[in-house]
DNA sequence: CGGAAGTTTGACGTGTGTCAATACGAGTGG
DNA sequence: CCACTCGTATTGACACACGTCAAACTTCCG
């Protein structure tokens, strides 16, 4: 359950955010409408609504997305607690994207028209929110070098090691494993590969015993092999801000 | 030339660009450092620096890209006059991606460490480098698309479509023609594809009179053909910010 | 227990990549 | 004005990574 007050909510309190002074986190507070609560599956933002709100994901896994007319659907980026949602620049000719939840999700929701009065009164949560936004589009960025650029098995170890390392950093690796919700099909998506060769490569990694990805775990078992097959460069992660 | 103050630009008059305040205009004045030249090929931004300018694109054009350790490369973005440039989130470890000029180019140089001076002091500027930080993400959203979704014909169909568009805001068309400085090596690197089958799939949209391609010119013949090959979703274009 | 969703495998086709060679265009210097 | 050259564009032959179709299997869950 999301907590009342922003001020104890027990995201803020890892080591991985940032901290807020005492007041900006009480504009959070304010300016949060409250809390809303999605099952797996359903959409948090459908591509073309207008006039939606801000959400931080407070719980649970959810990925952004783009689709074709005939149905073809790309997932831009992964959702995990603490990416902050919903701002885009089209807000009259309706959302670009839409937003899929993988597993029960809980959100805090922030009404779009107070973004004005955040710029005005609080440079702070300003840049953060500006921070939030770069930082999402750096991810997309990744996302298009493996998608343009590295071929299917590199991009599985890729995309896998990623999630493997932003889950280590919200401390949801135990034993190196931890809940996947993604299906082969939501991995093909966001790889631009069909559901089968997925499966193939996933095979093979698992075979040479990379790593296993079995009933919603993941375990990876060799983190070297791994970041070999991915031709990954390692960089330290700046703390982030929550809003 | 660019102007020697930012109230004359000639850029900001364009139907284009949204209007600012006077005062918003006099401070962007006062804190640009001055303006650069490149020529084209130069890099504005390398992979890996650290400590980089924020910068407007003001003529010419240039653009983000990313790559791998052995010369595999992502054209990330093209950048066209009016683009904010340098804004990342890894200020120490380096930037993500590099910048690089098409032609010969002209940019306004803006120290990073005046941002927060203008997120304090003028928060709807700093609501504009929000605003061009989530369009760039929009644009890069668009490609990954492309590259992750459509085929090599609809992915062509699809850039020339957008850079079209693109430069018929920036009143760069003339008799559906524009100067057009990448090579088919650039379109291959933004699309995923290899050169040869760039040039094959060029070759045939070619042949079959959609638009002509030659000596960095790019003439678009038939404007419907090549929205129905993109499967391409009409918007209508917002004012956008010009810091 | 039954049905739906997700995974796995095989056979086969094709879009796209690779290699190699030629042709073209724009500068450069003689 | 002509060689020369180098980046760019074009074309053919061939290979393979990856996509498609089809079917069975396994897991999940009401």
Known sequence: MAPTKCATCPLRSRPLFKTNTD????????????????SAGAQILSQGDDDSDLYTLYSGWA????ELEDARRQILNILMPGDFMGFHV?????????????????????????????????PGLAYDVTWLTAHEEGIVDDNLLSVGQRSGM???????????????????????????????????DMLGMSLIHTNR?????????????ARKKLRVHDTRALRSLAAWAEAPVPKRPLI
């Open 23 to 38: 007041e900006e986190i009480a504009f959070i507070n304010e300016m949060r409408r409250g809390t809303l609560k999605f």
């Open 63 to 66: 990925f952004r997305f783009k």
């Open 90 to 122: 089209s807000p009259h000719t309706g959302a670009p994207y839409g937003i899929e939840c993988l597993t029960e999700v809980e959100v805090c929701v922030f009404p779009k028209r107070k973004l004005w009065d955040l710029f005005r009164n609080h």
């Open 154 to 188: 590199e991009r599985v170890a890729t995309i896998v090691l990623a999630v493997y390392k932003r889950a280590r950093q919200l401390d949801l690796v135990q034993d190196n494993a931890l809940d996947f919700p993604l299906t082969q099909q939501h991995i093909a």
């Open 201 to 213: 490569v996933l095979r093979r990694l698992h075979r040479d015993g990379v790593f296993t990805l």
